[in-house]
């Protein structure tokens, strides 16, 4: 049985102390780690439905522009679309014979809101 044999001073080994500090910096570095996982999804998700409301701001103001002058009189027009909603309103800008068309795209993310506007300027 050699668990029963005296221990020499030239054996070495790793104290019940030492193990548990090391298994302590790994835990710290995997809960940091799992932390920083979670902000890279929640960012990732945002990236995402930013591109979508991007997509969705050019759909609609393409739309705009391609009717033209269906839209240049003032007025508010507002639509949903999956999470989104959306405002788009036509108004005379500053400038003569051009109409301002501002676009507002709406959603939720958790508990924020999140928004995505455009401005443009349409020939009358």
């Not at 044999?5 to 298994?23: H, K, Y």
């Not at 997509?55 to 009189?73: I, N, P, W």
Request: net charge negative.
């Amino acid at each position: 049985m050699d668990f029963l044999r005296p221990i020499n001073s030239d054996q070495r080994g790793f104290t019940l102390l030492e193990v548990l500090a090391a298994l302590s910096v790994l835990a710290l570095g995997m809960v940091i780690l799992l932390q920083t996982d979670a902000l890279n999804t929640n960012r990732t998700l945002h990236a995402s439905r930013l591109m979508e409301a991007t997509l969705l701001a050019q759909e609609k103001m393409d739309e705009v522009f391609s009717r033209g002058e269906e839209v240049t009189g003032a007025g508010t027009t507002q639509g949903t679309e999956n999470i989104f909603s959306w405002t788009r309103t036509v108004a005379t800008s500053q400038y003569p014979g051009v109409s301002e068309v501002m676009l507002s795209i709406d959603w939720s993310e958790g508990s924020r809101k999140r928004s995505y506007s455009v401005i443009a300027f349409l020939p009358e």
